[in-house]
């Protein structure tokens, strides 16, 4: 059985880093996501409203490099809870569970969030590298170590291709 689900939107308001007792990170943010059709009464995109939640360190991630207004895609598992209201009503809810986030616009689309430098699009919290706090790339952070790869001289005439 297959349960994968992946979402685009803005975030309508930003993060907020919680912990459990046990000292989890978690964060539950909602993402407004239109849809790809107009409405033949208004001739205007509806939007969905869709809750992600967010666990250990792509909580953090969220939490240190989205705001509100910002571009993400989430990509998890669909939750539906059942719970009860106040009043003992029986209701139910769906949410993302993500498990990754990607930057869904570049950092000079988001209007400056003031959150610190991101890593390059598209880096997920689960993949991001951990050296020196940093991303690398020319933000500002170490270099990663070398890859073992070498720079090929552009005078070398001999390549096999």
């Not at 000292?23 to 107009?38: N, P, W, Y």
């Not at 991101?118 to 170490?142: F, K, R």
Request: net charge negative; proline share 6%.
């Amino acid at each position: 059985m297959l349960n994968r689900i992946i979402v685009m939107g803005r975030l309508v308001r930003d993060p907020e880093l919680r912990t459990t007792q046990s000292g989890v990170s978690v964060t539950s943010f909602t993402l407004a996501v239109d849809r790809d059709f107009k409405s033949r009464d208004s001739g205007e995109k509806s939007t969905d409203f869709i809750d992600v939640v967010a666990w250990r360190q792509t909580a953090e991630f969220v939490c240190k490099y989205f705001a509100k207004g910002r571009m993400a895609i989430a990509e998890g598992r669909l939750q539906i809870r059942d719970w009860k209201d106040r009043d003992g009503n029986n209701r139910r809810s769906a949410e993302v569970v993500a498990d990754n986030v990607y930057f869904g616009d570049s950092k000079r689309d988001s209007a400056g969030d003031g959150y610190g430098s991101p890593p390059p699009y598209g880096v997920a919290a689960s993949q991001a590298p951990s050296y020196g706090g940093g991303y690398g790339g020319g933000y500002g952070a170490p270099a990663p170590e070398p890859s073992g790869f070498a720079e090929i001289d552009d005078q070398d005439g001999d390549l096999p291709f």
